[in-house]
Structures are given as structure tokens and as C-alpha cells.
């Protein structure tokens, strides 16, 4: 046990001989300090939580007019702009997987039928999770678009559900 404490001992000796070292020396102190301010500067200015463009496929297998408005809103809202209209679910992995849609809105077969009756309308949001930020940004872009829908559609009654 007495070596290993020697042995860190050594290691804390030589990184405070090293540090003292390097801010001895001006020159020293600016290599250490302007990368992080530097980086700080462009980071601040790259990372944005803010989307102006997401790419998105739809799979609308209900093919009504309550899915048309829902979709509409969707390409409305001046975030969401479609790619492509699918035919079947299994189109869904090449559209995500080769990078031409980053979310796939699937519209159940009787949307329809559960916003007439007063039910809950489940739609399946699937998206690109390799990024995960802009795929959860994405997701509450929808839910808020959804929203908007079910308070025009049904004065504030939730009866659409956003399935991530």
C-alpha cells in the first residue's frame, strides 16, 4: 500500500511542478486560455436549440380529411417541410436510414373514425435517432402543432396522441 501512495504522490509532485511551469511563463497562459475562449465563441453561435428545417416523410394509411388537415398544419407551420409521401411501412427505414427524412409522421388506419367519435387518435412519430437533440426538438414541434390541431379541432379536448 506504501508504494502505491508513493507512487501517487510522485504523480501530484510532478503535475504541480508542471502547472507551475506553464503559468510561470506569459506566453504559456494564452496557449491554455484562448482555445477555450475561442471555442466558447463558436460554440455559443453553432449550438442552437432552434430548428428552421426539418425534413419529414408521411405515412397517412387513413387517407382522410382529418389526416389531409393534420398534414396540412404540419406543412403549414413553416418548420416541416415534406419529402416524400409513403405508400407503405416498408419505406419507412430507407427514408430514415438514408438520411432523406429526419422524422415519419404514420396516420393510423381509422384516424378518422377516432376523431369523428370522440376518441383518442394515436399517431406515430419515428424519428431519426442518431441525433438524438433534433430528434426530440422535432417530436415537440409536432406535439405543438398537434396541439393546435386538437384545440381548433375539439376546443382544447385532447383527442389526438402523439406516439413517440
Known amino acids: 500500500m506504501e508504494h502505491i501512495m508513493l507512487y501517487i504522490r510522485r504523480i501530484l509532485f510532478m503535475v504541480r511542478k508542471d502547472m507551475l511551469t506553464t503559468l510561470k511563463h506569459p506566453k504559456s497562459r494564452i496557449i491554455l486560455i484562448m482555445p477555450v475562449i475561442i471555442q466558447s465563441l463558436l460554440f455559443g453561435y453553432v449550438a442552437s436549440y432552434n430548428l428552421d ?19 396540412a398544419e404540419l406543412d403549414g407551420s413553416g418548420i416541416f417541410k415534406r419529402v416524400a409521401t409513403l405508400g407503405s411501412t416498408s419505406q419507412i427505414a430507407r427514408f430514415i436510414d438514408g438520411r432523406e427524412a429526419g422524422v415519419v409522421l404514420v396516420i393510423g388506419h381509422d384516424f378518422a373514425d377516432k376523431i369523428t367519435a370522440g376518441e383518442t387518435a394515436p399517431v406515430q412519430v419515428i424519428t431519426d435517432g442518431r441525433n438524438t437533440m433534433t430528434s426530440g426538438i ?9 396541439a393546435a390541431y386538437n384545440s381548433r379541432l375539439h376546443g382544447g379536448h385532447q383527442l389526438l396522441h402523439i406516439d413517440p
Open 53 to 71: 428545417s426539418v425534413d419529414y416523410a408521411v405515412l397517412d394509411l387513413s387517407r382522410s380529411r382529418c389526416s389531409e388537415e393534420l398534414i
Open 138 to 146: 422535432a417530436a415537440g414541434y409536432i406535439s405543438a402543432v398537434a
